[in-house]
């Protein structure tokens, strides 16, 4: 198991960067840089970098639908070179009201455009000349375009040819193609007691189709953690987070996070904290977060 953390969208990435850095010196081996629509994360990812020696910097998650596959394969074998080596990609398709709302982009086929992504990823950092027929086609057909699009591979040699790929996926259909093709999955709000429950069929579906050079599944299944006497009162810090994702990240019948609290057997709990939200009632949404749901996506407690 490796000690990871994550920087928020919302801070201040200097100051983020500041704490990274001492972190690294206490043990911290992963820093994750989150983006939604606030700062990029790819700028961060760099300045991190800089500042630090032996951490991985991974996105959690850059949105695929904002970017070609082929920038998506340049950002990540940039940082990689920067980083000596140091970079994963993190992708995921984010969902509607994001991507339709702020990048202004259909949210269309997020399954299939997450598997060609990899795809053409892996090919561009072997420097093979990207040739791909499907969603995105490569070079793009003359009738959709000039008709002088070339095929061509990276001008630049990426410091490693493979390098790992995590998606955040919670829908089915999602795990079950990134347990066949990424390299980690993110679940986000994990349950342990549910897992298998919940995704147990599609990670068994995905891994029987797995290539046997992909390794083991990384599963990056973080929450919050905290350590001291008042259990109840440091939970309570997570409220609004999960008030957030559980309530606002998506609108009523389009919210992923609101339909694995409701998988998890939360559906009352779940249906309250997104009409409260949604109506602007941010603080009873999240007094409306279960205490039984914190204390199980946590790791909080005393010093044992």
């Not at 949210?107 to 795809?119: F, G």
């Not at 999240?286 to 909080?300: M, W, Y």
Request: net charge negative; aromatic share 6%.
């Amino acid at each position: 198991m490796r000690l990871g953390t994550a920087v928020t969208y919302a801070g201040d990435p200097r100051a983020a960067a500041d704490e990274v850095a001492g972190w690294e010196r206490s043990g911290l081996d992963v820093v994750w840089v989150s983006e939604a629509y606030g700062f990029d994360a790819p700028t961060a990812m760099g300045y991190l970098a800089a500042r630090t020696e032996r951490v991985e910097i991974g996105s959690s998650i850059l949105p695929l639908f904002s970017r070609t596959p082929a920038l998506l394969a340049q950002t990540a074998a940039g940082l990689d070179a920067l980083s000596r080596g140091r970079a994963i990609l993190g992708l995921g398709a984010s969902g509607p009201q994001v991507i339709e709302g702020w990048h202004g982009v259909p949210y269309d086929r997020p399954v299939a455009r997450t598997r060609e992504t990899i795809e053409i990823c892996r090919a561009a950092w072997r420097r093979e000349v990207l040739v791909h027929d499907g969603l995105y086609p490569l070079p793009l057909p003359a009738d959709q375009g000039s008709g002088l699009g070339k095929p061509l591979k990276m001008l630049t040699r990426p410091v490693r040819d493979r390098i790992p790929i995590h998606v955040a996926a919670l829908g089915d259909r999602n795990v079950r193609m990134t347990a066949e093709v990424a390299d980690g999955w993110h679940p986000f709000l994990f349950l342990p007691e549910k897992a298998s429950e919940v995704w147990g069929d599609a990670l068994a579906a995905g891994t029987a189709r797995r290539s046997a050079g992909l390794g083991p599944l990384d599963v990056v299944a973080g929450g919050a953690l905290a350590i001291g006497d008042d259990v109840t009162g440091l939970r309570d810090l997570a409220r609004p987070l999960v008030a957030l994702y559980v309530g606002g990240m998506g609108a009523r019948g389009g919210n992923f996070y609101h339909d694995l609290v409701a998988r998890y057997g939360y559906q009352a709990e779940a249906d309250k904290i997104q009409e409260l939200y949604l109506a602007g009632r941010k603080a009873e949404a999240a007094a409306a977060v279960p205490a039984d749901l914190l204390e199980r996506t946590s790791l909080i407690g005393p010093d044992p």
